[in-house]
């Protein structure tokens, strides 16, 4: 079966362009989150999604905001990009219920010029 | 590709012994615990997970020890193999929802 995919894995913007982000889950999953891994840190918790509502929110500013589709796969935005906003961005996709792993795609590896 | 281990802290072992690899957690709340393995350009890979009403969880080769008095955990790897080279990262999570929150990490460097 597949695990969760994220498109694109490589992604080069500029200060102040839009970027999205894409991630299909695990099938059967139907809750996505989000996180960002800035090199060398753990990964940062930005959204949670499930049933397309948006069910928790890291410390991330309004420049950042996310979806869900019917078929439950996500899209992650990010306007205004800030130089330090290159990062790992990581897509993450559960089960329904309470306390099931998460599991990772390889993320998209996103540098700002 | 890019690593993810830099400035992490270090712990190497020679292949076929154990590993202990330690995480110290902050939040009293905790009520669930994942441990991921991350390779160099891909992301987090889950190993194991424990829930507060238990303190020892076994897998293949892995076994997880919660400790709630003192806030702490650990992953034992049984006869560490080249494979297991690795960052790994613990991860606690407090009451629904999905957020989790991730430790350091710990370089594991398996030589030969």
């Known amino acids: 079966d597949a695990g969760v995919t994220q498109s694109p894995t490589h992604l080069i913007k500029t200060r102040g362009q839009q970027v999205t982000l894409r991630c299909s889950p695990i099938s059967g999953h139907k809750s996505v989150s989000w996180y960002q891994q800035v090199l060398g840190q753990g990964p940062q918790f930005i959204f949670q999604y499930y049933e397309k509502e948006e069910r928790g929110r890291g410390n991330f500013p309004d420049r950042f905001s996310a979806r869900q589709f019917p078929n439950y796969s996500s899209e992650l935005n990010v306007n205004a990009l800030l130089l330090g906003d290159s990062a790992l961005y990581l897509c993450?996709?559960?089960?329904?219920?309470?306390?099931?792993?998460?599991?990772f795609g390889d993320g998209t590896r996103l540098s700002i010029l | 590709g890019e690593s993810v281990g830099l400035h992490l802290p270090t712990l190497s072992v020679q292949e076929g012994d154990n590993s202990i690899i330690n995480c110290a957690y902050s939040n009293s709340a905790s009520d669930y615990f994942i441990w991921y393995k991350q390779e160099s350009g891909k992301g987090p890979q889950f190993i194991i997970d424990?829930?507060?009403?238990?303190d020892k969880r076994q897998g293949q080769r892995v076994t997880v020890l919660l400790n709630k008095t003192v806030k702490h955990l650990s992953l034992q790897i049984a006869a560490t193999q080249p494979g297991d080279s690795a960052v790994y990262f613990c991860?606690?999570?407090?009451?629904?929802?999905?957020?989790?929150?991730f430790g350091t990490g710990t370089q594991l460097k398996v030589e030969l």
């Open positions: 991860a606690e999570k407090a009451g629904g929802g999905n957020k989790l929150t």
């Open positions: 424990i829930r507060s009403n238990m």
């Open positions: 993450a996709s559960t089960l329904p219920g309470n306390n099931q792993p998460q599991h």
